[in-house]
């Protein structure tokens, strides 16, 4: 095993240079010259025996996310109210007990220090099916016509917070139509200030919790009565989640304690445990971000297919955007200094598209595929921990999806270098693994480990050792529901996708593309297991996320009848999987709260424009 030099010096930034699109060149950006930060936790507003209350405002911002001597970044982020210092993207980790609930006031915050309201960070296209407030209360939440082509809509701002893999009641589950603006002094006359859903969760977290939602406030309740795990918080307003998590809209929830957990000292704590969230951006010269279509990226649409009345590609709206420039904890490729001990890496991918295919090596730009230079240990996924610790020499992350790793650091000499880098693909995932790995001077790279000497002696358990707490099996399914995954494309173009959707599966086998507005198919019955059966019609893998519930993978099936079981990393409880290009993958789900939640894509272009489902769970 060979590792990497220490460097020696580092050189200042270069000057600022473009791309000819308009992007900040990559390849002028230092690597590995800015520390990683390490995300502190967020401070409750108070405490009581039984309670943790937050409130917690989501906010514009500058933000240093580009290496020192480059511009500042404005970001949008979370942060405790009237306290700066909190301000960040991605948010502040909040720590919750399991069975101890905490308690949320989501404060739509995107004004200015006048009270008026801020405009969208990136263009918004209006022909979606979005939350669209200039609708008014009547035409709300709808795909509004137009008999030219729309400017991006520029108005205030709907925000509303979705706990990800929160066992969540539906009054704080962060349903898309429960969006909410800013209480700004300047909304337009005729706006719908919230979406259709508002009014109704307000309601019902008033009579389960006794809240009161002020306007531009919505408050949630979250039980923490699920097994130990790390979620994520992000914004899920409709047709708008892309823009707003790629402006900065994400945090990371941990639930700790209960039968579902291991004692304290068994797995690396404190500084020894960090969450990596990572993400892809563009860049602008003057440090903004770029997203796509208004920095050039969106790629091979002819421009005469997305005009009204001519064409029929919504004109703003790209199904997938990949950024030059990998983004750890909100600074460009990072470096974290590291002991010979054991580490605790909370992984969550929350790019908007990018698929993860991460190793840890010792030359980041060794030809592909790198042999690894140490190997990860995978105790848990989405919803707690797996049945046993899975040794792998890479991690596959698809977006939204989280990973519980442990590195042994022991044995690596003092002044090491080491690199985590990514060999998926800069373009949508669709499998095998390995293939069109990313371009190794940019988004093949994350970040770099350098190692410094031992502190304190390791405790820890070999992870080889562990006997793991995870979640039982759920039980035999009484039903199953068949859903199908589908792309429309365009009349003019038949190679530009114009919408992804769900839908169901026919009774002969094919697909029934659904949209957002169509009744709802699915009514799955509280405290019964029953299975959904996901077939992906696309040439591409989907990450679809369920709410309310950690499901149990079952396996998969090719369109032609081949089965096989779940991959040995998805053994735990998930919210999120992966459903391969031309294949079934079945889940098994029990639902025990009622109400209307969602099913979805987690490519959050696709999300955004029908890939997206409602879902009425019904008492039994």
Known sequence: MSFGAPSTATPPPPPATCTGSGVLDPATIPKYVSLLPVLPVMPPSWTTHDLDVYTISVRQF??????????????????????????????????????????????????????????????????????????????????????????????PVPIVTHLHGGHSTEDSDGYPSAWYLPNARDVPTGYARAGTYYDQHRFLAAERFRARWRPGTAVFQYGNDQPACMLWYHDH??????????????????????????????????????????????????????????????????????????????????????????????????????????????????????????????????????????????????????????????????????????????????????????????????GPVGAMPADPATSGQVMKFVVVPLGSRDTTVDPAQLSLPAAGPLGAAERTWRISLNETTSRYSPQVPVRMMLGTVRADGTAEPLGWEAAVTEFPTVNATQVWELTNFTNDAHPIHLHQVQFQVLGRCTLGGATRPPEHWETGRKDTVIVYPRESTRVAARFDLPGRYVLHCHVLGHEDNEMMRPVQVVPG
């Open 62 to 155: 500058r933000q240093q996310v580009l290496p020192e001597g480059f511009p500042g970044t404005t970001v949008w982020g979370y942060g405790a109210v009237e306290t700066p210092k909190t301000w960040h993207s991605p948010g502040f980790t909040i720590e919750a007990r399991c069975g101890r609930p905490v308690r949320v006031n989501w404060v739509n915050h995107l004004l200015d220090d006048n009270g008026r309201y801020l405009p969208h960070l990136f263009p918004v296209d209006q022909t979606l099916h979005w939350a669209n407030p200039p609708g008014g209360p009547e035409g709300r939440d709808s795909r509004p016509t137009f008999t030219a082509t729309p400017s991006g809509y520029q108005g």
């Open 237 to 430: 307003a409709l047709g708008m989640a892309r823009l707003n998590i790629h402006a900065g809209l994400v945090g990371c929830y941990v639930v700790r304690g209960g039968r579902h957990d291991l004692p304290a000292g068994v797995l690396p704590a404190g500084r020894h445990e960090i969450a990596l969230v990572v993400q892809d951006r563009s860049f602008a010269p003057d440090g903004s971000i770029c997203f796509p279509p208004t920095c050039g990226l969106a790629g091979g649409i002819p421009a005469d297919v997305r005009f009204v009345p001519f064409g029929d590609v919504p004109p703003l709206w790209t199904p997938t955007s990949f950024g030059d420039t990998m983004v750890v904890n909100g600074r460009c490729w990072p470096v974290l200094t590291v002991e010979p001990r054991r580490y605790r890496f909370r992984l969550l991918n929350a790019c908007n598209a990018r698929t993860l295919l991460l190793k840890i090596v010792a030359n980041p730009l060794a030809a592909r595929p790198v042999p690894p230079a140490l190997t990860w240990w995978q105790i848990g996924s989405d919803g707690g921990f797996l049945t046993k610790p899975v040794r792998l020499g890479q991690v596959l992350c698809a977006p939204a999806e989280r990973a519980d790793l442990i590195v042994d650091f022991t044995g690596v000499p003092v002044g090491s270098e080491l690199y985590l880098i990514n060999e998926g693909p800069d373009r949508l995932f669709a």
